[in-house]
């Protein structure tokens, strides 16, 4: 779990996509106890999260806790009502010199926005502020999916890293990845 002091948060208005010409109030932030563990695994559920599925609630509050996790909101209408989490972006990390990013998503509905974007810039600046930061690696696929990455927050293909070139990326797997493989 983060330190307090790593808590941190962002805010940003966009135009409305209902036609009413309203601004609507997106937050991004670092506090694990915003995480709603019931909409990561309903998304997690999705088609849409190809390399997840179902997880029990006990083993996604385990992972948030141990991970930097950028939850991104969208704010009611309704000032009253909670913010509903839209997005995620998990930062498997030493908080020093190491992170590996992985389940960065924002819900279908939510997207063509630029949210996506501004959740990497967020990471981007989090990153920036670890002088000692060795790499953060991250599995994707598509060009688009690849070009936003590189666009966003500078990650390139192992493969084209001087001293990287050669690499093996070896894995493991288990039984928690979605699609049948493992």
């Known amino acids: 779990m983060p330190p307090p002091h790593e808590i941190r948060c962002w805010t940003r208005r966009l135009p409305s996509t209902n036609g009413t010409g309203n601004e609507t109030a997106y937050t991004i932030s670092t506090d694990p106890s915003l995480i709603d563990l019931a909409a990561v695994n309903a998304a997690f559920s999705s088609d849409m999260l190809y390399w997840a599925k179902s997880t029990p609630p006990e083993t996604i509050k385990l992972f948030i806790e141990q991970s930097l996790c950028f939850g991104l909101y969208v704010h009611p209408e309704d000032p009253k009502s909670p913010k509903e989490m839209i997005g995620l972006a998990r930062l498997i990390t030493d908080y020093a010199t190491f992170g590996y990013l992985t389940d960065v998503y924002v819900l279908a509905p939510y997207q063509g926005r630029g949210l996506g974007r501004w959740l990497m810039a ?14 953060c690696l991250l599995f994707t696929r598509g060009e688009a999916a690849v070009r936003m990455y590189g666009e966003t927050i500078g990650a390139k293909d192992v493969g084209e890293g001087s001293f990287l070139r050669g690499l093996v990326l070896l894995e493991r797997g288990g039984g928690g990845v979605g699609g049948g493989g493992g």
């Open 122 to 135: 967020c990471l981007d600046e989090v990153l920036a502020s670890w002088p000692h930061l060795r790499r």
